[in-house]
T-cell receptor, first 113, second 116 residues
Framework: DADVTQTPRNRITKTGKRIMLECSQT?????MYWYRQDPGLGLQLIYY???????NKGEISDGYSVSRQAQAKFSLSLESAIPNQTALYFC????????????FGPGTRLTVL | LAKTTQPISMDSYEGQEVNITCSHN???????ITWYQQFPSQGPRFIIQ???TKVTNEVASLFIPADRKSSTLSLPRVSLSDTAVYYC?????????????????FGKGTKLSVIP
């Protein structure tokens, strides 16, 4: 969905480097999410946020941190990247009252060498 | 945490109706069932969501039996462009419902291949 953008779209980095993935949305949604997807697998929730002051861990938060700088922006950081964090990362948004209808960004393909 | 189970893959011919079932035996009272479609290298796209009985929209129907331990996504008259991975998501729609921790669980998905 063009209303949810992710930067960069592709990134190759080395073990031990700090990496930040950014997500921006123009949908005016309160809820934002970060997921990771490994080849052939489903999506795993890393972190989620329901407003600027709200940050919550998902099922696989170890090794990651997030920042909700504004309603429209939600960043994911890998403090010290490791090879098994190589994956496709998706940001998603949802309105406060929309059930689980989420709107996904195009994804960031991250490779950690 | 409601675990979901789906068939790994399915094949169908163009024009046929396709039914994909998701099992979620320990679904919680506040959990809704949501289905997504994903094409390669794209983010998932919402298809349909329901709580019980039947829900229908312009692209699909969702059937949920009374015990809610499974659900079936029905795609009428599929075309080649419906070839994709379909995910079943079970989770509480709000962290404010008072039902406990807010959790979302995506299944591993069903790869649907539509054959000409």
């Amino acid at each position: 969905d063009a209303d949810v953008t992710q930067t960069p779209r592709n990134r190759i980095t080395k073990t031990g480097k700090r990496i930040m993935l950014e997500c921006s949305q123009t949908k005016g949604h309160d809820r934002m999410y970060w997921y990771r997807q490994d080849p052939g697998l489903g999506l795993q929730l890393i972190y989620y946020s329901f407003d600027v002051k709200d940050i919550n861990k998902g099922e696989i938060s170890d090794g990651y941190s997030v920042s909700r700088q504004a309603q429209a922006k939600f960043s994911l950081s890998l403090e010290s990247a490791i090879p098994n964090q190589t994956a496709l990362y998706f940001c998603a948004t949802a309105p406060r009252r929309g059930g689980n209808e989420q709107f996904f960004g195009p994804g960031t393909r991250l490779t950690v060498l | 945490l409601a675990k979901t189970t789906q068939p790994i893959s399915m094949d169908s011919y163009e024009g046929q109706e396709v039914n994909i079932t998701c099992s979620h035996n320990n679904i919680a009272t506040n959990d809704y069932i949501t289905w997504y479609q994903q094409f390669p290298s794209q983010g998932p796209r919402f298809i349909i969501q329901g709580y019980k009985t039947k829900v229908t929209n312009e692209v699909a129907s969702l059937f949920i039996p009374a015990d809610r331990k499974s659900s079936t996504l029905s795609l009428p008259r599929v075309s080649l462009s419906d070839t994709a991975v379909y995910y079943c998501l079970v989770g509480d729609v709000s962290p404010y419902s008072g039902a406990g921790s807010y959790q979302l669980t995506f299944g591993k998905g069903t790869k649907l291949s539509v054959i000409p």
